[in-house]
């Protein structure tokens, strides 16, 4: 049985073909791009782009949609390794690069979504000052560290085509990044996307 007959008991023909025709942008394969990657996957997506510099580590393992015998791997090819057993006719463009000032304007053109999925404070700042002016839909994420009250975890629609997820004060600097709050961000990420591109 395809992946797409499956997706056909919950979803209708035209709502398969428009998450189908989507192209995403995956800046950061680690806590939040792999577990929203795993979302979009299962949802229906199926044509990525995911750029990530870094190689898995044993210290991912807590949040991170990687395995123990994938250690040492690049992010972008263990990442495209564990969604392709989910739907293994996805279309992967796999990039294992640092995103900088010099490079942002190469990398999600041709991309209808950009997802934000980086640690680095002035690297989110980079992808949302070029991208949201251009159309995209950005979906980033702000304040998502230590644990409970996962309640705080919301949406902010800042604009047309720009959201912002998290509680916009834990950060990592002062609380560790664990599973369930960052699993949390990730699922709103892509169901962002989904209402975007569906409606309700």
């Given amino acids: 049985m395809s992946f797409k007959t499956v997706l056909g008991r919950y979803l209708t023909e035209d709502q398969i073909e428009k998450i189908g025709k989507v192209k995403v942008g995956l800046a950061g394969a680690g ?6 990657a795993v979302s979009l996957v299962r949802s229906g997506f199926q044509d990525f782009r995911i750029i990530d510099f870094d190689y898995v580590e044993p210290s991912n393992l807590n949040r991170q949609f990687f395995f123990a015998d994938q250690v040492g791997m690049a992010k972008v090819e263990a990442l495209a390794q564990n969604l392709r057993r989910i739907n293994p006719n996805l279309h992967l463009d796999l990039i294992q690069q640092r995103i900088t000032e010099q490079n942002v304007d190469n990398w999600f053109g041709d991309c209808e979504v ?9 690297v989110k700042a980079l992808l949302v000052q070029h991208y949201v002016p ?12 230590g644990w409970g009250r996962s309640d705080d975890i919301i949406v902010r629609k800042i604009s047309k085509n ?3 997820i998290g509680d916009e004060k834990s950060g990592i600097d002062c609380m560790p990044p664990l599973a369930p709050r960052v699993a949390v961000a990730a699922a709103k ?5 989904l209402d975007c591109v569906l409606g309700r």
Avoid: H, R, T
Avoid at 31 to 36: E, F, V
Avoid at 114 to 122: F, K
Avoid at 134 to 145: P, Q, T
């Fill in 162 to 164: 720009f959201y912002v």
């Fill in 114 to 122: 950009v997802l934000e999925c980086v640690d680095v404070p002035a």
């Fill in 31 to 36: 806590g939040l791009g792999s577990n929203c």
């Fill in 189 to 193: 990420q892509a169901d962002v996307v």
């Fill in 134 to 145: 251009a159309a995209k839909l950005v979906v980033a994420v702000s304040g998502i560290a």
